[in-house]
């Protein structure tokens, strides 16, 4: 057994064996994992590249099954993202400190897997992205997710998981920079077999991600809004820039821009795509917390020292 798989299972313990024996199969055949998720809905193309003795397909079928029925409903979702504007998950990629926020309803509105742990952040790499892996045509570049703090990076490092390599914060803000140029959408990926806790950021798009076609075909619960929504200013002058790069199909555009609020989850992408900046994220409170890191440990500083 190696060590990065010996220190995911000490984290967990010994009662969740179970969970920890989940998380491997996930990360180690998480293109199978995928397939498996997106297959029976048509979101896949291809298969994956390698074969899996017949016994491993059993146990991932039953693993995928379970997270099939269990995403029809937020109250049930056990794998899930928080979408995320670019800056917030810059601040993401820099943090320097454990931190342990612990559950975060109000952040991430799922019954289950909430909760921001970050053991040893700096630790962070970059490795293909599975969903672009399983179409004929994916978007490209492939390299583009990433995996941050223990021990779920050091696991996909030390097994190698889809090429997977150790990358600096820095490296890390220049791919989240050049994927939203792409018009790709940054999500904070929870997951229950993970500890319940945030492990990866991944750049998705809409034609590729199995999560994000689950939410805009199926509206089923995969994902988060950011707790933004995109409101068009007085000086938007209808070029039409927006509506085509938006990932959620959220923009018409006529004399100007007009945003469908409901469709709308706040990725940023349309902001960083208008050249006359007439089109901005702004707070909903209809919707759950951004995640915003440098305001949440900030927030959970000020009430450590008033107990």
């Avoid at 079928?61 to 993202?81: F, I, N, P, Q």
Wanted: proline share 5%.
């Amino acid at each position: 057994m190696k060590d990065s798989t010996k220190k995911a299972s000490k984290d967990f313990g010994l009662d969740h064996a179970e969970q920890t024996a989940h998380l491997y199969m996930y990360i180690k055949y998480i293109d199978h994992y995928l397939h498996r998720i997106g297959k029976p809905l048509n979101f896949v193309s291809r298969e994956p590249e390698t074969d899996l003795p017949e016994d491993i397909a059993e146990i991932l079928d039953l693993y995928t099954l379970k997270v099939l029925r269990e995403g029809l409903s937020a109250e049930t979702s056990t794998y899930h993202g928080k979408v995320m504007p670019l800056a917030h998950a810059e601040d993401l990629v820099m943090v320097q400190e454990d931190i342990d926020l612990g559950p975060q309803e109000t952040v991430i509105p799922f019954k289950i897997a909430h909760d921001i742990v970050l053991k040893n952040p700096q630790n962070i790499a970059v490795f293909d992205c599975p969903c672009r892996s399983l179409q004929e045509n994916p978007c490209e570049p492939l390299e583009v997710c990433l995996a941050v703090g223990d021990p779920i990076t050091s696991f996909i490092l030390e097994h190698g998981s889809f090429k997977a390599r150790k990358i600096s914060s820095d490296e890390a803000v220049e791919i989240l920079r050049a994927e939203h140029k792409r018009g790709h959408v940054h999500n904070a990926f929870f997951k229950d077999v993970a500890g319940g806790r945030f492990y990866a950021i991944c750049n998705c798009c809409p034609c590729c991600c199995v999560g994000m076609q689950a939410w805009n075909k199926l509206r089923t619960p995969m994902l988060a809004s950011s707790g933004y929504v995109a409101r068009v200013t007085e000086e938007c002058t209808g070029c039409g820039d927006c509506a085509e790069i938006c990932p959620f199909d959220a923009i018409e555009v006529g004399e100007t821009a007009v945003v469908d609020e409901v469709k709308c989850m706040g990725c940023g992408v349309c902001e960083g795509a208008c050249e006359y900046d007439s089109i901005e994220l702004v707070l909903d409170p209809t919707r759950s917390d951004p995640l915003d890191i440098k305001k949440l440990v900030a927030e959970h500083a000020e009430k450590g020292s008033d107990a």
